[in-house]
RNA sequence: GCGCUUGUAGCUCAGUUGGAUAGAGCAACGGACUUCUAAUCCGUAGGUCGCGGGUUCGAAUCCUGCCAAGCGCGCCA
């Protein structure tokens, strides 16, 4: 409406309104820079070849009135700012106490088709806690997409072709020969999995098979061992995800890639755009027609497909179910890989930007201030499983999302787990809580909460009561933010914050018996943050409890 | 060598489609519980936004050159 108001103003001014910056409004930053805040003089001032506070303070003397805007000052270089009246507080609250559960929705994907995909981790061992930042932030990303108007779908490809899972198969094997005494026979391979997981599975496959694997060529008895190690491995992987709270659309196996389809039918269609040729005696992507600095090969002259032919065709796949945006969730060591996987993309026929790539950079576990040294293939790693068993799924969840998925994050065990005022989580859980508390009291008092359309909250004009307000109005645009750019990280920024404004408001004031009036609209005001951080929290798939 | 990412308070990090005096938490120091949970709050202190140029009314943000760290540059997966 203020955009609206200002735009009629400039078109007054009898200058054509193309080629001028739109009007931005913009939250105030700090205290006596209004509510929101626009630039737009200033913007418009070389325009009209006029100082930027003079064309402010015309633009303002034209302002309609409004019963939601206080008052409007030109301040600092040329800002308008604009104060908000009392009506727009009482509004705000009524407003979210009416959405409930739903507050926060906003319809930026207007009901298009995303699909996010994400872990993907190969199935020779558990989780890590790299994988598990993947997976938070993979299962916040959607849970905002779906709150954003998105209509979401979660997949996990499954690389179960393929060398990785020959070796998977022949550690396991030797391992069983191993516990048979008979190690010369199937020596352990070369950059085989050490982990002691690999000990498991060999007992397993000897109590429930017996020896009968010892007496026959390794060749032969191999694909079993490689599909059981697959399938248990994997049954792990899903309960771990369970267990934190992430659950999957599809599972998606990279082996049904190769029905002899696919591939070919990708080809096809590269070759039809003209972006696949001939060279060398294997077949080439054109790469550099887009933004790659090479050719890749699809098909080497061995005549085997490269793992990226059948990326692509997985891709193909995807984009022929009908997403309208895809989005990958890779660690950050494929960023190279990226500029190949849009080009290929474009070769399809899409728009570069109808695959979004979200690269998750790696995890620096800490204990007692020391980093804890892990790599897969010496089998030393912390598992998924470990971290959520010591520090809860909801901490674990909290920390993993807590930063830029693309910035390294240190993640403290022994913080995560404490249960004291460092922990960040607990300061938002806490938040939630205490108001529940309140109404525990105010029900033992008999006090009930009124109806927000009966209620004055007029009379709700403390400071911390304004900022409380003010927060809990700003939670949807957040939730646009954040999906727009794939950032979970607001939402627990926003959710910390959220909780500061309470925990302030809290200290500051009390809530019963204050008088009916004020304490009506302060538990009104209660009620409307406790529904905001249940939304926040659920977004993070992080409990809000009623008791601590 | 080329490319990508990162560099902000002692530490860990927000802020990056150009806006006003760069913000939190931790650590440090000083305060606040007869009351709805002190797992909280209030205050003090802490900065050449890696370094140098440039663009303009205005730069942590955009351009450019350096420096440092991490990661990539296969007919591997």
Redesign the pocket.
């Known amino acids: 409406m203020l955009e609206i108001s200002i735009g009629k103003i400039a078109c007054e001014k009898g200058i054509p309104l193309e080629a001028r910056p739109l009007v931005e409004l913009e939250r105030?930053?700090?205290e006596?820079?209004?509510d929101w805040?626009t630039?737009a003089a200033?913007?418009w001032?070389?325009t009209f070849g006029e100082k930027?506070l003079d064309v402010a303070r015309r633009i303002v003397s034209l302002l309609p009135g409004s019963p939601l805007v206080e008052r409007v000052e030109v301040?600092?270089?040329?800002?308008i700012?604009f104060f908000l009246s009392r009506s727009w507080m009482t509004g705000t609250v009524e407003h979210i106490l009416g959405c409930g559960p739903d507050f926060g929705r906003v319809n930026s994907g207007g009901g298009r088709r995303v699909q996010v995909e994400f872990v993907s981790a190969?199935p020779t061992g558990p989780l890590h806690v790299g994988h598990g930042r993947g997976a938070a932030v993979g299962d916040i990303c959607a849970r905002i997409l779906s709150f954003a108007g998105w209509k979401v779908e979660r997949e996990y490809y499954i690389?179960d072709?393929?060398?990785?899972m020959e070796l998977l198969g022949r550690s396991t094997q030797s391992r069983y020969f191993e516990i048979c005494d008979r190690s010369e026979e199937a020596p352990f391979p070369e950059d085989g999995y050490k982990g002691g997981y690999i000990f498991d599975l060999a007992r397993n496959v000897l109590d429930s098979e017996g020896e009968r694997f010892l007496g026959m060529p390794l060749k032969e008895s191999l694909p079993f061992f490689t599909e059981y190690a697959g399938r248990v491995i994997l049954e792990g992987i899903k309960k771990d995800l369970e267990d934190f709270g992430v659950k999957f659309n599809v599972w998606f196996s990279e082996k049904s890639l190769y029905d002899g389809v696919r591939v070919p039918s990708m080809l096809e269609t590269l070759k039809k755009n003209g972006f696949a040729f001939d060279?060398?005696?294997?077949t080439w992507f054109k790469a550099t027609a887009f933004s790659d600095?090479?050719d890749?090969?699809l098909i080497?002259?061995?005549g085997?497909p490269?793992?990226?032919a059948s990326d692509i065709a997985y891709h193909k796949d995807k984009f022929d179910r009908g997403f309208d945006m895809v989005i990958d969730v890779w660690g950050?060591?494929?960023?190279?890989?990226?500029?190949r996987m849009k080009a290929a993309v474009q070769a399809l026929g899409r728009k570069e930007e109808d695959l979004q790539v979200l690269?998750i950079?790696?995890v620096?576990l800490l204990r007692g201030g020391e980093q804890v040294s892990m790599s897969t293939r010496s089998g030393e790693f912390v598992t998924l499983r470990e971290v959520i068993d010591e520090v809860g799924v909801n901490a674990t969840r909290y920390f993993f999302a807590?930063?830029?998925s693309?910035?390294?994050?240190?993640f403290d065990l022994d913080l995560a787990k404490s249960?004291?005022?460092?922990?960040?989580v607990?300061?938002v859980q806490?938040a939630h809580?205490?108001i529940?508390?309140?109404f525990?009291?105010?029900t033992a008092r008999g006090i009930t909460v009124p109806d927000p359309s009966g209620a004055d909250l007029s009379v709700l004009v403390e400071p911390e009561e304004i900022a409380l307000v003010k927060r809990l109005s700003a939670f949807p645009e957040e939730v646009e933010k954040a999906a727009n750019d794939l950032?979970p990280?607001?939402i627990v920024?926003y959710a910390?914050?959220l909780?500061?404004d309470f925990?302030?408001f809290?200290?500051?004031?009390?809530?019963?018996?204050v008088g009916a009036e004020l304490e009506g609209a302060r538990l009104l005001l209660a009620e409307a943050s406790r529904t905001v951080l249940a939304n926040a929290l659920s977004l993070l798939g992080i409990s809000a409890?009623e008791?601590?």
């Open positions: 105030g930053r700090r006596g820079q209004g805040a630039n200033m913007q001032a070389r930027p301040a600092g270089p040329g800002f700012n190969n690389n072709a393929g060398l990785q060279a060398d005696g294997a600095d090479k890749r090969v080497r002259s061995n085997a490269t793992y990226f950050a060591d494929h960023h190279g890989y990226i500029p690269l950079q790696f620096n807590m930063r830029r693309d910035s390294h994050l240190d249960a004291s005022t460092d922990n960040p607990y300061y806490y809580a205490r529940h508390s309140i525990r009291e105010a950032a990280h607001r920024f910390y914050d909780a500061g925990h302030s809290y200290n500051a004031h009390r809530v019963l018996g409890p008791k601590m």
